[in-house]
T-cell receptor, first 114, second 110 residues
Framework: EAGVVQSPRYKIIEKKQPVAFWCNPISGHNTLYWYRQNLGQGPELLIRYENEEAVDDSQLPKDRFSAERLKGVDSTLKIQPAELGDSAVYLC????????????FGPGTRLTVL | QKEVEQDPGPLSVPEGAIVSLNCTYSNSAFQYFMWYRQYSRKGPELLMYTYSSGNKEDGRFTAQVDKSSKYISLFIRDSQPSDSATYLCAPTTGANNLFFGTGTRLTVIP
């Protein structure tokens, strides 16, 4: 069974530039999460989707971050414009129906903003 | 005060040692207690979890929860170099909301 797929794995951009991350969850997993993990810290939730609906985006900085999950499968997280403090690893996770707390994580996208 | 406190380490032990990793938490509503393992430059992977207080064993790993003292532990017996990773505790109320600790970085020296 294929795991959670994320791309790109690494991204280096200059501040004020836009950037986008893509996630393909495990087949059949209806819940999808985006997390941000700063160096030496645990992951922090940015947004959670149930199918195509964003059910928890309270921690998403909406002035510069946006996300979408069209058709309830793949998802894209965007930052525009990026700031120096956005440098982090962006993790996508998915969970199967009935077991939302057993989350499966992708390898993450390591973003460096210069 | 953070919801979950975890000593970041780093922790270095010789191969074969028993390792104890710990977290404390403040939210009495936490019911499930997850442990994730994260290798360098990889995403976290679910190692095991327990429900409410008590112990759960899975091979060389034992998870322990004491809700009266709000204390979570993960024990690794006969530690191996392949156990070298960061271990993250992540309690949850069961409402789809994991609260991750900062993680403890473990190195097992051959």
């Amino acid at each position: 069974e294929a795991g959670v797929v994320q791309s790109p794995r690494y991204k280096i951009i200059e501040k004020k530039q836009p950037v986008a991350f893509w996630c393909n969850p495990i087949s059949g997993h209806n819940t999808l999460y985006w997390y941000r993990q700063n160096l030496g810290q645990g992951p922090e939730l940015l947004i959670r989707y149930e199918n195509e609906e964003a059910v928890d985006d309270s921690q998403l900085p909406k002035d510069r971050f946006s996300a979408e999950r069209l058709k309830g499968v793949d998802s894209t997280l965007k930052i525009q414009p990026a700031e120096l403090g956005d440098s982090a690893v962006y993790l996508c996770a998915s969970a199967p129906p009935g077991a939302p707390d057993t989350q499966y994580f992708g390898p993450g996208t390591r973003l460096t903003v210069l | 005060q953070k919801e979950v406190e975890q000593d970041p380490g780093p922790l270095s032990v010789p191969e074969g040692a028993i390792v104890s990793l710990n977290c404390t938490y403040s939210n009495s509503a936490f019911q499930y207690f997850m442990w994730y393992r994260q290798y360098s430059r990889k995403g976290p992977e679910l190692l095991m979890y327990t429900y409410s207080s008590g112990n759960k064993e899975d091979g060389r790993f034992t998870a322990q929860v004491d809700k009266s003292s709000k204390y979570i532990s993960l024990f690794i017996r006969d530690s191996q170099p392949s156990d070298s990773a960061t271990y993250l505790c992540a309690p949850t109320t069961g409402a789809n909301n994991l609260f991750f600790g900062t993680g403890t970085r473990l190195t097992v020296i051959p």
